[in-house]
């Protein structure tokens, strides 16, 4: 592991999430210099095996956004499990989960238990959806939440076919809420010693987000106009098309468009398109304007001129052509680790500090790997794992069930 030199070195975080959401919002804090404790069950985080990696058990997605945390295997429906994790609680600033409220309190560990532990913790509940509500016990995934936030329907509207975005955009969003979220309570507890509760659900979560713009005229009380924002809802708006391939450019600010329209002269400019006013009322229609004249040259020459003219433009590019950015790798944002199964070139930490930078903490754990350590810091001495389902997958080093009290010598 690589030496803890983020602000938030010194922060102690037990992680009981899987999937995304969570994981993705305490890699971020293992960066920043958290000592993450990754709490798993016998057979491991689902994660480890949904795509491709060098070993069962440690898959691209898996190792990136638990990479840096360390793993401890505790089975929690074992009376031993649940000590050793009371014991872990004793120490830790944070206790972050993902499970539903019913199995959390099932297995003992709901806000009120947890803070009879420890009554400074900052507890974060990472739900599909808020316990207030009448969802409150449905499952949650990605693609169900992207569906109940509307993403599909604005994908049909622009396409005619009802798509996800090809992003797992609702993981993500509550993963960096989650993130701010037990930040904010960690900030307050610095300042009063106080502890609290947190809760992020996936679905109000990516419903604010979707929000912010597509609210509009729905906004008000009465409604000025139905939700939905216009210009990212025009069929039009979409890459151009250039005489060799495609381009990403807008021309919005009337400094742009003033630019544009001088350098250009395409036949059909008129004062009904000065302000971005007009523009706006008649989005789509400036959309295919565009569009037409852009087919007249090829992409380099109208990168060549929007770059003169300082107009926001760009290619299109693919994920993997990000590896190879000059501006990214120039920022320095990839960082390659060496691991026990070969280097990994990980994106690292896309903020900057100047006087507590963060770094990616280090490789993503095998399965029960820490166990021994971690137990060891509080007291306890692990067994061997009691229960394991088979996932029809190696479970790399050897992992631990549940613990007992280790004698003293």
């Not at 898959?59 to 840096?68: I, K, L």
């Not at 569906?147 to 005619?160: D, F, H």
Request: net charge negative.
């Amino acid at each position: 592991m690589a030496s803890a030199t983020g602000p938030l070195a010194g922060v102690r975080v037990l992680d009981l999430t899987a999937m995304v959401m969570g994981p993705y919002c305490t890699q971020i804090m293992a960066d920043m210099g958290a000592d993450v404790i990754k709490v798993e069950p016998p057979e491991g985080d689902t994660t480890r095996y949904i795509s491709v990696g060098p070993v069962p058990g440690m898959s691209g997605v898996f190792v990136n956004v638990n990479r840096g945390k360390r793993s401890v295997v505790l089975d929690l429906q074992t009376e031993a499990g649940k000590t050793a994790l009371r014991a872990l609680i004793e120490t830790a600033d944070v206790f972050i989960h993902s499970m539903r409220a019913k199995a959390i309190a099932r297995l003992g560990f709901s806000y009120d238990e947890v803070v009879a532990v420890n009554p400074a913790i900052i507890y974060t509940n990472c739900y599909g959806y808020g316990r207030r509500g009448p969802d409150r016990d449905l499952p949650a995934y990605d693609d169900t939440i992207q569906a109940e936030c509307g993403l599909p329907a604005v994908q049909k509207q622009l396409t005619g076919e009802a798509s996800y975005v090809g992003t797992i955009m609702a993981d993500k969003v509550a993963g960096l809420t989650a993130l701010y979220a037990t930040m904010m309570a960690l900030f307050h507890r610095e300042r009063t010693g106080q502890g609290q509760e947190v809760e992020v659900s996936m679905f109000e979560t990516l419903a604010s987000f979707m929000l912010v713009e597509h609210a509009n005229g729905a906004i008000f009380d009465p409604p000025l106009g139905p939700a939905g924002y216009p210009r990212a809802l025009a069929p039009n708006r979409r890459p151009y098309r250039t005489s060799d391939g495609y381009i990403a450019a807008l021309i919005y600010t009337d400094k742009h468009w003033a630019a544009f329209i001088d350098a250009v002269r395409p036949a059909w400019a008129s004062d009904q398109y000065a302000t971005l006013e007009q523009r706006a009322r008649q989005i789509d229609s400036v959309y295919a304007l565009v569009a037409e004249t852009m087919q007249e040259r090829t992409t380099e020459e109208w990168l060549k001129l929007f770059r003169e003219l300082e107009i926001p433009a760009a290619p299109i590019r693919t994920p993997g052509a990000l590896f190879d950015n000059p501006q990214l790798n120039a920022v320095g944002l990839f960082e390659t680790v060496d691991t026990p199964h070969g280097r990994m070139r990980f994106p690292g930490v896309p903020t900057w500090f100047s006087r507590t930078p963060g770094r990616v903490a280090g490789p993503a754990p095998e399965l029960g790997a820490d166990t021994s350590a971690v137990l060891d810091e509080v007291g306890l001495a692990p067994v061997s794992a009691s229960r394991r389902k088979s996932t029809g997958h190696a479970d790399g080093k050897e992992a631990f069930a549940s613990a007992r009290p280790r004698k003293e010598t």
